[in-house]
């Protein structure tokens, strides 16, 4: 099976149209989504339909949560909060209800997927040390976990003490446990603007973390003129 996983679109349209490409191009059989389909970006509505009218098999972010009320935004910093209670607003009502089915974790033969940990999926933590990754592997139980959160893309190799690389091309050996960030496809944050996701061809027995350019500047303008915090727009240049 050839599985294509992304997440955090964050109403990244532009950034979506692109990978959507490359599935495409790579016939990909199964599209997963990790979550964060909204927030920051100008394009919820038309994000989720296109997540919705693609069959992808989700699970929730913290924006998603948010967007739809299931997720108490205090935690989140000025601006984010700025960006749900816009996103909230211009949410449709059958958007907002698709939203509402996505549950925290889900299960595949091969892998597990989850927004942000398996641990505790509901607070929102980041799996960025290896000491993180250890905690997880301890409770994860199929070889493969996907995740994302963090915007970057980022492997685990489960070990006594876990290994950390930024390899994009990761063969999946027998009997070892891996966690792999499948990166950010609306708002990379590892100095890479473009849009990242990844493809899992199980029969190779391997992962590929991909980028794909996209029309940085159509998403800019939209976040401008719909009058979202600029630096919304102008981190997605420099993949901040
Ligand atoms: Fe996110």
């Known amino acids: 099976m050839k599985y294509g996983l992304l997440s955090d679109i964050h109403a990244n349209l532009e950034a979506l149209n692109a990978v959507l490409e490359k599935f495409k191009e790579e016939q990909v059989e199964k599209n997963i989504c990790i979550g964060d389909i909204v927030g920051y970006g100008a394009n919820p509505n038309e994000c989720v339909e296109l997540i919705r009218n693609n069959d992808f098999e989700c699970v929730a972010g913290n924006h998603d949560w948010a967007v739809i009320g299931k997720q108490d935004i205090e935690y989140f910093n000025k601006t984010a909060k700025e960006s749900v209670i816009w996103t909230a607003d211009a949410l449709t009502g059958n ?43 301890e409770k994860i139980t199929k070889p493969v976990c996907f995740f ?18 930024f390899d994009m091309s990761i063969n999946i050996e027998e009997n070892t446990k891996y966690l792999i960030n499948v990166g950010s496809v609306g708002q990379p944050r590892d100095k890479n603007p473009d849009a990242c996701y990844s493809i899992y061809d199980t029969e190779e027995k391997r992962v590929e973390i991909k980028r794909v350019a996209y029309d940085i500047k159509t998403a800019q303008n939209k976040i401008i003129e719909a009058d979202l915090p600029r630096s919304f727009a102008y981190r997605l240049e420099t993949g901040e």
């Not at 685990?156 to 950390?164: L, S, T």
């Open 95 to 137: 958007n907002r209800e698709y939203l509402e089915q996505f549950e925290l974790t889900k299960e595949f033969p091969e892998f597990v997927i989850v927004h942000a940990t398996i641990l505790e999926p509901d607070k929102w933590k980041y799996i960025r040390t290896t000491l993180d990754a250890h905690r997880s592997f």
């Open 148 to 165: 994302s959160h963090s915007h970057v893309p980022i492997v685990f190799k489960e070990r006594e003490r876990p290994e950390f690389s």
